[in-house]
């Protein structure tokens, strides 16, 4: 599906948790194909890992308020 929709013209995805259900191999596959995506990715995710490795900025809600903070690498360990 991920191919259809970026040979479709797809420039923005919005992935929720897109990694929970794969297996090692399939997440390592999952993740070149994100990082060849030339548009933007709007993840909703847990994995810290995940994060440390694409993200260029993350949003959280903390007490009903939506914050922005930058690359999370040195707040995830």
Known sequence: ????????????????EPLSHLDIPSRNQFE????????????????RYFISRFANQVWHIENGILERSGAPKQDLY
């Open 1 to 16: 599906s991920l191919a259809c929709l970026v040979i479709g013209g797809c420039n923005f995805l919005l992935l929720d």
């Open 32 to 47: 070149v194909a994100l990082s060849d995506f030339p548009g933007t990715i709007l993840a909703v995710t847990h994995d």
